[in-house]
């Protein structure tokens, strides 16, 4: 009887294992970023999970050194799910997305499905695309 419990035992604990082990993953998500003007500065680029804190908390920020002719990026291991980029090319340098005296962007920025809102940052629900289970390539595009 005891060795029966024993089994039973560690038939659960390899149950809940597997289950555990088999948690969706989306293979890696590759960034490809088009129209840089220079291969000044770096290109920042935010990645976001959900709608609050949509261009404030990103999930993931990165900084990567511009090159004219694009930047590639991939983010590893991301959960299944719904998400949205924003990029901005600081080619002076500074840390910073500059703008002019109206607030108007002076360095060139972009969204994934290269969204565009009306007087300002399209919303998250413009900008998410799906990530599954197979890896995923995105192409934004500076404006």
């Known amino acids: 009887m005891k060795r029966s419990t024993s089994l039973n035992k ?5 149950a809940i294992s597997a ?6 993953y989306a293979a890696d998500l590759t960034v490809e ?10 290109v920042f680029i935010a990645l976001y999970d959900k709608s609050e804190g949509w261009m404030k908390n990103g999930l993931k920020s990165v900084g990567t050194p511009a090159a004219k002719d694009g930047v590639t990026y991939e983010f590893k291991d991301l959960p299944v799910g719904e ?3 924003s990029i901005y090319h600081d080619e002076n ?5 500059d703008t002019n005296v109206a607030g108007m962007p002076i360095e ?22 799906k990530l ?8 934004l595009n500076l404006k």
Request: positive net charge.
């Open 108 to 129: 060139a920025y972009g969204f994934s499905n290269d969204a565009m809102g009306n007087y300002g940052p399209p919303t998250f629900e413009q900008a998410k695309f």
């Open 132 to 139: 599954g289970t197979d890896k995923k390539t995105i192409t």
């Open 93 to 97: 340098g500074n840390g910073k997305f």
């Open 10 to 14: 560690l038939a659960l604990a390899f």
């Open 83 to 85: 998400y949205a980029i």
């Open 19 to 24: 289950s555990v082990s088999t948690t969706a």
């Open 33 to 42: 970023i088009k129209g840089l003007t220079s291969g000044n500065g770096q």
